[in-house]
């Protein structure tokens, strides 16, 4: 069983950054893809970033390319989401999870472990 807490959410202004992280207990995440997503109210959770366990792969939603940046440390058990130039269409509650051990995908449905979320709302 994996462990997953989210922290760094906040309230911050259009064009501002945050810095969120997710650590892990329970099990160390050098095996373990990571990904981060979002839901909006009275919206679907969506797919936000992803990282391949040894770090040397990510992906990421059209929505936030070239704004957010996934990164991790292993020797942290962490893994981050740097966000910024933020927009009003980025306020969400911001969730890690993981598919499991040596799994890579952007699909929601196959994420097996979710941490309780951090939100993060950016004011216009």
């Known amino acids: 069983q994996v462990q997953l807490v989210e922290s760094g959410g906040g309230l911050v202004q259009a064009g501002g950054s945050l810095r969120l992280s997710c650590t892990a207990s329970?099990?160390?995440?050098?095996?373990?893809?990571m990904g981060w997503f979002r839901q909006a109210p009275g919206k679907e959770r969506e797919f936000v970033a992803v990282?391949?366990?040894?770090?040397?792969?990510?992906d990421y939603a059209d929505s936030v390319k070239g704004r957010f940046t996934i990164s991790r440390d292993n020797a942290k058990n962490t893994v981050y989401l740097q966000m910024n130039s933020l927009k009003p269409e980025d306020t969400a509650v911001y969730y890690c999870?993981?598919?499991?051990?040596?799994?890579?995908?952007?699909?929601?449905?196959?994420?097996?472990?979710w941490g309780q979320g951090t939100q993060v709302t950016v004011s216009s």
């Open positions: 990282i391949r366990w040894s770090g040397d792969r990510t």
């Open positions: 999870a993981t598919p499991g051990v040596y799994a890579y995908t952007v699909s929601v449905d196959r994420y097996k472990y």
């Open positions: 329970g099990r160390t995440l050098s095996s373990y893809s």
